[in-house]
């Protein structure tokens, strides 16, 4: 996020200078009463209060399903550091997103579904299909483009794909999968089983006229999805401020008079309780909800981006209030799991991410006479 929040006078300033740009004298709440996240100390007091609840929402759920979801976003971490580290090694071809400091919103809002329910997202995809069950053997095969991995290293990092494991992508068209997720959850609904589907997207997506389309027709037919916007605050190099003229995306559905949240995506359990929400909304009601859920992207956009649109001591702020570690205190705090039992969350993820490189590294890269099966051009 820029130093200084832009105003909405500034917002079309096209020359880059968004970090220089008038700041509004203090935080204001707007006409309807929503609080402008554009300002940091905002988004920090927003956070303070979702420290409190995540407290709250720990003591009502599960042990054993919050050391699998801290074990989750444990190993989104190390499997992605991994991932960066092969990749510069010349090991991964290709494009590579990364999703670190984004592990909250996989996390919380999947774990929060039934295994049939059905996911679709974009090229920002590994932790996601870990999550949604696909193995890190697998996931990790598939970045290196060998036979082994989920789509027989046919896809890459951007197009992860398990049917069996109901996660449809993996896609590289900024905004495609609201559509196909749109299609997705109305296949569902009129072939009546009770799926619900998951639809992730960036905040630069929200500008694409598929975003509106699809939240039209979804309410319109009253479809079972759920809209996640993971606002990560960039598109490429291109801050939020620059290119959207309003910072508050979730109330974009109320223009079609659709449900809608802002989330504070730093806090695993604000989303899973979020989600909760939406799926009894789907799955009761048939009705589709859209949730922000505000993060912040930690590395470059993919692992080609030089990265000088923002500043280290920008990324240094966000890191401050990691996602894991407030999780990790949190559960500390409500004396769920010891500083051992993390010990062994950490060795573990060590352990599946390094399974995963050898079994990636073994693997053979696909037959030349594979060359063009399951392959649509
Ligand atoms: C239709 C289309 N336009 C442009 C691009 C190039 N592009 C790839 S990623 C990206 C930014 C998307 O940002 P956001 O939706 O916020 O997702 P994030 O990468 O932050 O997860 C752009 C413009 C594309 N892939 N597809
Ligand atoms: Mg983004």
Same mark, same amino acid.
């Given at each position: ?24 004298? #203090?935080?204001?709440?707007?006409? $309807?009463?929503?609080?402008?996240? /554009? ?20 003591? #009502? ?24 580290? %092969? ?16 592990? /909250? ?11 049939? =329910? ?88 929200? $500008? ?22 993971? $606002? ?8 939020? =401020? ?31 309780? /979020? ?85 990636? =590294? ?12 399951? %392959?649509?051009?």
């Amino acid at each position: 996020m820029p130093k200084a929040a832009v105003s909405h006078k500034t917002a079309g300033d096209r020359n880059g200078s968004a970090a220089k740009s008038t700041k509004p004298s #203090k935080a204001k709440a707007d006409k $309807n009463g929503n609080e402008d996240f /554009a300002i940091v100390e905002l988004a920090k007091a927003e956070y303070q209060k979702r420290r409190k609840s995540q407290f709250e929402a720990i003591k #009502k759920t599960d042990k054993k399903l919050l050391r699998e979801m801290l074990y989750q976003m444990v190993l989104g971490r190390r499997f992605e550091e991994k991932c960066a580290e %092969v990749y510069r090694m010349g090991k991964i071809g290709g494009f590579c997103h990364l999703y670190i400091g984004q592990e /909250a919103i996989g996390v919380g809002s999947m774990m929060a579904l039934k295994p049939s =329910d059905m996911v679709i997202t974009s090229y920002r995809d590994h932790v996601q299909a870990m999550v949604k069950g696909i193995s890190p053997e697998a996931v990790m095969a598939e970045l290196y483009g060998k036979e082994g991995g989920c789509v027989k290293g046919k896809g890459g990092s951007m197009h992860m794909f398990s049917a069996e494991h109901e996660f449809f992508g993996g896609h590289g068209i900024v905004g495609g999968q609201i559509g196909v997720g749109t299609g997705m959850a109305y296949a569902a609904k009129y072939k009546g089983t009770d799926q619900v589907t998951l639809c992730f997207f960036g905040e630069a997506a929200v $500008n694409q006229g598929i975003f509106h389309e699809s939240l039209n027709m979804a309410q319109l037919w009253k479809l079972p999805i759920i809209y996640i916007c993971e $606002n990560n605050q960039y598109g490429m190099g291109t801050s939020q =401020d620059r290119a959207l003229s309003t910072r508050n995306i979730a109330k974009k559905a109320d223009a079609f008079e659709m449900a809608n949240e802002f989330v504070d995506g730093m806090d695993v359990m604000a989303v899973r309780e /979020a989600t909760l929400r939406a799926i009894k909304r789907a799955r009761e009601e048939s009705l589709p909800t859209l949730l922000e859920v505000r993060a912040y992207r930690y590395m470059g956009h993919s692992m080609s981006d030089p990265g000088n649109y923002r500043t280290r001591e920008e990324i240094a702020k966000y890191q401050e209030r990691d996602p894991i570690v407030l999780f990790k205190d949190s559960l500390k705090e409500a004396k769920v799991l010891t500083e051992k039992d993390f010990e062994s969350i950490e060795r573990e993820a060590v352990e599946a991410t390094a399974r995963a490189v050898r079994f990636a =590294d073994e693997s053979p890269y696909p037959a030349g006479d594979e060359l063009l099966t399951d %392959v649509f051009a």
